[in-house]
């Protein structure tokens, strides 16, 4: 077997088994946990296309990875024969191996260049494509591929494997799957709970043979109404243990270094900050010499005045120290400083948003989940399984740890079910969040008429997964309607007659006359069998309605009345807290734990019991069933191609499709790759951009790429250029104008612009200093006006290239190349070491 000796280590059974069905030809899907060594079967992949004198892409989700990897495979096999293509770099982009973001893949397919000689693509993190804003980017990718060419998709752990090797092999022809369930680094989950009666620490193992502690009950908040209280359960014996207390304890039992998560950018630097005003101190003169010397490499390029500005001085103390936090808020040279020192072994603790998690390889012996909600721009949510598992990934160090360990905090907003749950869980199911856009409608029916783009959209994961759906619907129908005849026979016998007792209302009217008596504090059941409380029901007009509900696991959800397809069974009543806060995850916690006390029986033992002596009620109610069973096929059927239709009308409705046929605007929204890809079309070809200056262009075009995510209510629009302010009411309107017509074709609507970032995005263009900018905006942080300056550049250079009008396309470039200095520019190269 070829691939191994290179390595200089024992390959494990699942890499044999992927590198097998590789050198047969078969495309291969590999889901093993993080840090197992999926990297192998993609290096054994590009080795097999080289020496066939062919190329190899390598897909990423993020560029920060991209980056990593571009830096891996140069020193692997030479930089000569290795390029990067990402919104930031293009180096050596005809090389043999070239690393890429999945989105660059995905244009390069849309643009029609020749991939004849590329032979493999590896996709990195394919589990991406659940996710609801990019995952579409990956079945693009796997479905206007060339026939020849290999897929390597490395994926996390995933529970329906099978079901996804059905849908390759449908797509992309013979496809071997191999999953590992195993750790390459045995795992040790941990509970923590701080006792205030001997002000101590209890550490049990949140797991007894696979399944939740008994013991872990015992030290659960109480959460009922005036038992306890919802901000620190100073009533009950335990609390939350300090940062320091764990951390004694991590470096007593000779646990460190450890990834700390806390899903907050100032709370991991308030943490950091923190660490190093107690004195905590965890190098050497030696080490904290090297570390120096790589944070002064890494900075060298920064102007003295920013570095200031950063306060470099006190980040670097904490470096030295031991001590970093890392995430999208810090500008790149100090998120690459603390990468490299980790990496090392010279940090033992860092404080990090989830973004450490993804791909970039920085394992640790321990890791920390400070809290197992997240903030997702509108809420607070628990973490779902996958992301606890993508979490805890990052402990053990392949190598060099026996095993790893992942410490949960007590909290009081938290019972231990929870967190047992969401130790133990191996339910990860892998689902499409594919669905036709704009820009994929332009680009399809560039290439083909409309039955073979339906045809296309047809083999997506997404209508796999919905047929494979449909096809159990259709199972359930074959046995409900099996009950419906032996009803109506024994209605016939015991009354000579087949009718119910109440003939079946109409579907929606069924539906509406249930949701009109939701109350709150009832207890519904949904489709899947779960509790759900309802918070509310708001009617609209022309008898729309909205429910928001709490389920039983703590989680928020909103359904529409039209997107029923069943009424809502009612199966018991609480009283909900007050007053009503259904945003936080405490108020939420506590629904949950009142939903899950709730006893009792199944809503299909409740029919049969309110039915044992009617069988005319029994048959009215399953008559009605089967009708709503048949309904939820008819919608799952062809649902793809019906978004694709609906999204069409839209297209036609604003003059990008003549019929069936792109028009000139249409083939410039074909050319524009980005969320609100319409609305610009719509803003480009009515002139709205037209007649700007660079500062003025980059202010309002930031309103496209900018999204407040901060719980506070966002600020009032201001722009420094009254005709820039004058422009984005214009776009305002249009964009409402766009919404009415989705709306009105069912599509979801378009997001607003948002010009929160306008009168930065103009003094940046304009030349200002990153100082006085900071200044002017204290929630403002260098990293985060990094990253959005580059999103405004990439779209600015799209702009750039499909603006009709040559001086609005002129000014674009002209603004692009403005705001590309200073740290922006920096914080774009990539070198290699």
Sequence with gaps: MTGRAEHGFRLDRFQIDAIEHLDAGRSVLVAAPTGSGKTVVAEHAIDRALADRKRAFYTTPIKALSNQKYRDLAERIGPARVGLLTGDNAINPDADVVVMTTEVLRNMLYEGRDLGDLAVVVLDEVHFLEDSFRGPVWEEVILHLPEHVVLVCLSATVS????????LESVRGPTGVVVETTRPVELTNLYAVGDRRGDRLHLIPTLVDGLANPEGTRFDPDLRRGRGDRRGGRRGPWRTPTRLELLDLLEDRELLPVIWFIFSR???????????????????????????TIAEDRLAGLDPADLALLDA???????????????????????????????EGLVRVVFATETLALGVNLPARSVVIDRLTKFTGEHHELLTPAQFTQLTGRAGRRGIDERGHALVPWSPFTQFGQVASLAGSRAFTLKSAF?????????????????????????????????????????????????????????????????????????AAAISDAVSRLRPGDVIIDADGDRLAVLGVSWRKRG??????????AREHRWELADLVEAPTTVGHIELPQPMAPERIDYRTEVAAEIRRLRITSPRARRRTRHRNDPRAALARL?????????RARRDQGSVARRFDAICDVLRARGHLDGWSVTDTGEMLGRVYHESDLLITDALSTGILDDLGPPELASLVSSFTYEHRRPSPPPEPWFPAKIAKNRFRELERL?????????????????????????????????????????DDEDLTAGDFVRNIKQLIDLLRQIGHVAPNAATARAARQASDAIHRGVVALSGSVEIE
Excluded at 744 to 763: I, L, N, Q, Y
């Design 435 to 507: 669905r036709p856009t704009y820009n994929m409608a332009a680009n399809l029916l560039q290439r083909h008429d409309p039955d073979d783009a339906r045809t296309l959209l047809a083999r997506s994961f997404a209508q796999f997964q919905a047929d494979a759906g449909v096809a159990r619907l259709e199972a359930r129908l074959v046995r409900e309607r099996r009950r419906l005849d032996e009803l109506r026979r024994e209605v016939t016998e015991q009354f000579g007659t087949d009718l119910p007792v109440d003939p079946p209302e109409t579907d």
């Design 735 to 775: 964009a409402r104008d766009l919404a009415a017509f989705e709306r009105h074709h069912g599509v979801p609507e378009t997001r607003m612009p948002e010009a929160g970032f306008a009168p930065s995005a103009h003094a940046w263009a304009a030349g200002e200093e990153l100082s006085v900018l900071l200044a």
């Design 266 to 292: 100032k709370g991991c630097d308030e943490a950091a900050v923190t660490l190093t005003r107690a004195g905590v101190r965890f190098t050497d003169k030696g080490e904290a010499a090297r570390i120096r």
């Design 623 to 631: 008559e009605q069933e089967v009708v709503h069973l048949e309904k």
């Design 544 to 553: 729309r309605a909205r429910l928001r509900l709490v389920s039983q696991a």
């Design 160 to 167: 329906n494997s099978d079901e996804v090797r059905g849908w």
């Design 313 to 343: 001085a006190a980040w670097l103390e904490r470096l030295e120290r031991g001590i970093a936090s890392h995430h999208a808020g810090l500008v790149p040279a100090f998120k690459e400083a603390v990468e490299v020192c980790f990496a």
